[in-house]
């Protein structure tokens, strides 16, 4: 029990550590599920039911992240590049855990301050100076 319960405390950090929205922690879930398919803008738009504009923005946010892949620059296809087994565990527990807990993950997404708020209040954090 201990186990899992560390688990569901690592998903929700990543959660809230790298997810902006529901609509990114579905497109990360859609390249990963979907590994080894490129994906581009337009049936990454069409997926989430968004407009492409705001398609290539969740794209290039993952990507900027680097939980996907841009295939070549300026390219506007992604794809997922596992580089480890643990990161394909830890995203087989993420994507079981969103389908399992789907109203609790989107309730944990939406309780986050805006990710421009975030942002800036980053600028402001401060760190102990190493002497």
Excluded at 21 to 39: D, T, Y
Aim: proline share 2%; aromatic share 8%.
């Amino acid at each position: 029990m201990a186990e899992e319960n560390i688990t569901t405390r690592t998903v929700d950090q990543f959660v809230l550590q790298q997810i902006d929205s529901v609509s990114h922690l579905e497109a990360l879930l859609l390249v990963w599920n979907g590994r080894p398919k490129v994906w581009s803008i337009r049936e990454m738009a069409q997926s989430l039911y968004v407009s492409t504009e705001v398609a290539g923005q969740i794209l290039n946010d993952l990507a900027r992240r680097g939980l996907v892949q841009e295939q070549d620059a300026s390219s506007g296809h992604y794809e997922c590049r596992l580089t480890s087994p643990e990161l394909e565990k830890f995203m087989a527990h993420l994507d079981q855990t969103y389908r399992h807990e789907l109203v609790r993950i989107s309730k944990l997404i939406h309780s986050k301050a805006p990710s421009a708020v975030r942002e800036f209040a980053r600028a402001f954090r401060f760190t102990k100076e190493k002497k």
